[in-house]
């Protein structure tokens, strides 16, 4: 956010929405990294709450363990995906069991993990190019 | 001088943007980050801060279950991913609402809304009972029936209450008397506004309160007479 690096240019993944991205922080591109790295840090834990929520039929806990990772794809410049949890929440602010959305919870975890695969690729890259410029 | 904040916040990505973007406003110094509502309880009860930024939806309490145990009420900026919340927000009269993630300019905006001029003055809330006053570092609560009167100290005022206690915090009696309930209480001097339902007794150009003797002015006596119910 310090925007002190405008004359680097980084490719983001044509699935990252880096218009969003600079939006948020600008082109500062060692913080952006960090952001990167403090949402893989943290991803497996918030995707194995949906799991064990889901496993153990608690659709309070489901809903916000969804609720929790939601803007954190909006952080590293996946909106589409921030948007799809907001639709798998919606729905299971309306279910009563695990049953009632099986179908939506399979095609959301397989979103989440994607969008890890995208953002671990993402941040090896943006390490390697923040090392260059150092 | 900076304000102080307090940052609960259980996304760690969120609450490290959260925390960039309060470094680089220059005016805020972040006093804490806590990842749920009891923690930030414990510390708030104990700290005064004057800005809170608070996730609604966290592990156990809400953010405002938060604001229902606060002792006091800083100024609150909700930072939130549902925007259903907003009505809540209006209702708790927060500042500003910030829908994650958000942009440091939208941040900016928020922060603007804090330098509103109703903010500026040491008095952060006027309800109907009470008031809060800022002193000593913190902001403290003063129920309307424990305040016998305020005096002037040039730029500074003095809340007596009941209990012999005196509390100066920065402001005047002009701007006091706008923001105080009329009901209870009224200026009876350039120097001094008491609480209608304290005076003992009224004695040529002064009154008494609890032994403390209050000058009224030759201007406001009539509107002392007619306020008290003579018979």
């Known amino acids: 956010m310090n925007g002190a690096n405008f004359s680097k240019k980084f490719i983001f993944n044509e699935n990252i929405d880096s218009d969003y991205l600079y939006s948020l922080y600008e082109d500062d591109y060692q913080y952006i990294e960090e952001i990167f790295q403090t949402t893989l840090a943290h991803f497996n834990e918030d995707l194995n709450s949906i799991k064990v929520a889901y496993q153990t039929n608690n659709i309070s806990e489901l809903k916000k363990a969804i609720h929790k990772i939601k803007p954190t794809f909006g952080f590293v410049g996946l909106p589409l995906v921030q948007n799809i949890c907001k639709e798998f929440e919606d729905i299971c602010q309306k279910a009563t069991s695990s049953n009632d959305l099986s179908s939506e919870y399979q095609q959301i975890v397989v979103t989440l993990a994607e969008s890890k695969e995208l953002i671990a690729s993402e941040y090896n890259k943006l390490k390697e190019f923040n090392s260059n410029f150092l | ?231």
């Open chain 2, 1 to 231: 001088m900076k304000w102080t904040c307090v940052i609960v916040e259980d996304l760690q990505v969120a609450a490290d943007y959260l925390v960039k973007c309060c470094e680089k406003s220059a005016v805020l110094q972040v006093k804490g980050h806590f990842i749920n509502v009891e923690e930030a309880l414990d510390y708030l009860n104990k700290n005064s801060v004057d800005i809170l930024f608070l996730d609604v939806e966290m592990p156990g309490a809400t953010g405002f279950d938060l604001l229902d145990q606060l002792a006091y009420y800083p100024k609150v900026i909700l930072t939130t991913s549902k925007s259903e919340y907003a009505y809540n927000a209006f209702e708790y009269n927060v500042t500003d609402f910030l829908k994650k993630p958000f942009t440091y300019q939208r941040f900016q905006e928020a922060l603007n809304k804090l330098t509103a001029p109703a903010g500026d003055n040491n008095i952060t809330s006027t309800a109907t009972d009470h008031i809060f006053i800022k002193c000593d570092g913190k902001l403290v609560r003063l129920n309307n029936d424990d305040i016998l009167f305020i005096e002037s100290m040039g730029d500074y005022v003095k809340f007596v209450t009941a209990d012999s206690r005196k509390y100066i915090t920065h402001n005047t009696i002009k701007n006091l008397e706008e923001k105080v309930n009329r009901q209870t209480f009224i200026k009876v001097h350039r120097s001094y506004i008491i609480n209608i339902n304290k005076i003992d007794d009224i004695r040529e150009n002064d009154l008494f309160i609890k032994g403390n003797e209050i000058p009224v002015s030759k201007a406001h006596k009539p509107d002392v007479l007619k306020r008290l119910n003579i018979i």
